[in-house]
């Protein structure tokens, strides 16, 4: 069956996409730091589920798993907006980059006389200089967006030739995309966000984007999943291929958690100023948000999906799958905003307005794509493995 993108749904993402232009010129009327940093934060967020779509296909073809075949259109459509997403993130770094990374506008002050000199940002401008770091950002945005031209040119041009080069193919994309791409997540993690705070670095700060980014991917797919099914597409995905989606948002958050904990304690416990005051700026200004993002991160996914029988419970899975994505947002949040708004940030109706618009853009640009091809792929190798998928 094939997914239509009706008028009706059209206009509603006009709606969100209209709410999200107007909570921008309202953000860019109150402050240009406000308005700059939730750009970055918006579109990072529905930048990792892109990224990470592309993560899980190339694992798929990889492992040469069945389970993943009949939702295998889903993450393909995510992946799309990367061919978006990366133009507006470049356009954020070169255009409105001073007003989020502070050390943008002394790193190249080498006078020890002068009094915007820093030590520590001087110290690494080898690094964070801004030709180098816009340099790297275009080419990572570059590949990741040519890697995902080839996938999605792969498998339609499977459906349309059936045959098992285009399978061989998608393959020697996904080996190339999983290499650059595990180089490059800790590159953009420490260039796009911990250089927000350039005083301050974490060695394992990479894996905690990465797997953040990995959970908050698998909650959009389930969500689109029962989305689809609900409209009565995508009937021989069933409570198995569900179980399997929900055991990889289930394990995910809590490899999540574990670098979350293992992060926080190691720098509390070693109680060294230049570390301790990343997070004690957070908890005192931040509260809510930093130990709230726990309950929905951890706290909710382990006792709402710790059972076999919950994990396939379409119910808990909607549930879970909700709080997981606004405990991402919170995550996001408390990551970008005390560093380029100190404490006068806080989630509010320009917050929630410029989300909505980015997810309007979102749900634009995935739906055009679902409606591109069949919801089912025509001539993978493990179609029939995956419609009758059964534990």
Request: charged share 10%.
């Amino acid at each position: 069956m094939n997914y239509t993108f009706s008028q009706k749904e059209k206009m509603v993402t006009f709606v969100l996409m209209g709410i999200g232009l107007v909570a921008l010129v309202a953000a860019f009327a109150d402050n240009s730091h406000r308005a700059w940093a939730n750009l970055l934060l918006d579109n990072f967020f529905f930048m990792a589920i892109a990224l990470f779509s592309m993560v899980f296909l190339s694992m798929q073809y990889l492992s040469q798993g069945g389970y993943g075949v009949l939702v295998k259109r889903i993450p393909e459509a995510f992946s799309q907006y990367i061919f978006v997403g990366g133009p507006i993130l470049l356009m954020i770094l070169f255009l409105g980059g001073h007003n989020v990374y502070h050390w943008m506008d002394i790193y190249n002050i080498t006078d020890t006389n002068d009094p915007h000199y820093d030590a520590i940002i001087a110290g690494k401008s080898a690094y964070l200089n801004t030709p180098f770091f816009l340099g790297r950002a275009v080419v990572c945005i570059g590949v990741w967006s040519w890697c995902t031209h080839l996938m999605r040119k792969y498998s339609l041009q499977q459906d349309l030739n059936r045959g098992e080069i285009f399978h061989r193919k998608s393959i020697t994309v996904s080996v190339g995309f999983v290499v650059f791409y595990a180089v490059t997540i800790f590159v953009t993690s420490w260039d796009w966000l911990m250089s927000i705070d350039a005083h301050w670095y974490s060695t394992i700060y990479g894996w905690y984007i990465l797997v953040g980014e990995g959970v908050l991917c698998m909650a959009a797919i389930i969500l689109m999943v029962l989305y689809l099914k609900s409209k009565g597409m995508m009937e021989n995905v069933n409570e198995n291929h569900i179980g399997d989606l929900a055991k990889w948002m289930f394990a995910i958050s809590l490899i999540w958690s574990y670098m979350w904990l293992s992060q926080f304690l190691l720098i509390w416990y070693a109680n060294i100023p230049e570390e301790v005051a990343y997070y004690q700026y957070r908890i005192e200004h931040y509260k809510f948000i930093f130990f709230g993002m726990l309950a929905f991160n951890f706290i909710a996914p382990f006792f709402l999906l710790a059972s076999r029988d919950m994990k396939r419970n379409w119910k808990y899975a909607l549930l879970v799958s909700v709080l997981v994505i606004i405990g991402h947002y919170m995550n996001l949040f408390q990551l970008i905003m005390p560093g380029t708004n100190f404490d006068h940030a806080y989630i509010g109706l320009i917050e929630i307005g410029m989300w909505m618009g980015f997810l309007g853009l979102f749900l634009f640009i995935v739906k055009r794509s679902l409606a591109k091809a069949s919801l089912t792929v025509q001539s993978h190798p493990y179609l029939e493995e995956s419609a009758h998928l059964h534990h």
